[in-house]
């Protein structure tokens, strides 16, 4: 089972710019397709963007054109851009693998406020 490590969030002000890094205890070049998610205080956790291996991509309406997700399968990494970032964008991020046949991790809070 692969082990996911997300970071790179923080504190910023509506209209900055993140960049989220989703490391991997594993090897995820196997994985057809991987995930973002977030869950905001009080909300289900949603699946805001994907990438498959061969680098098609998808993204929820609330994110796209704002955020670009994508991988690195030798650095068995998962990163996703997040730009023009709104107060709504605040949640904790999370990834994983389109089948979730793993864990989730700990995430990593992004908070956008003024």
């Known amino acids: 089972q692969v082990q996911f490590v997300e970071s790179g969030g923080g504190s910023v002000q509506p209209g900055g710019s993140l960049r989220l890094s989703c490391a991997a205890s594993?090897?995820?070049?196997?994985?057809?397709?991987m995930g973002w998610y977030r869950q905001a205080p009080g909300k289900q956790r949603e699946l805001i963007a994907t990438v498959t291996g061969g680098g098609n991509t998808d993204y929820d309406e609330s994110v796209k054109g704002r955020f670009t997700i994508s991988r690195d399968d030798a650095k068995n990494t998962v990163s996703m851009q997040m730009n023009r970032l709104k107060p709504e964008d605040t949640a904790v991020y999370y990834c994983?693998?389109?089948?979730?046949?793993?864990?989730w991790g700990q995430g990593t809070q992004v908070t956008v406020s003024s």
């Open positions: 994983m693998d389109w089948q979730r046949r793993n864990s």
């Open positions: 594993g090897s995820i070049f196997g994985i057809y397709s």
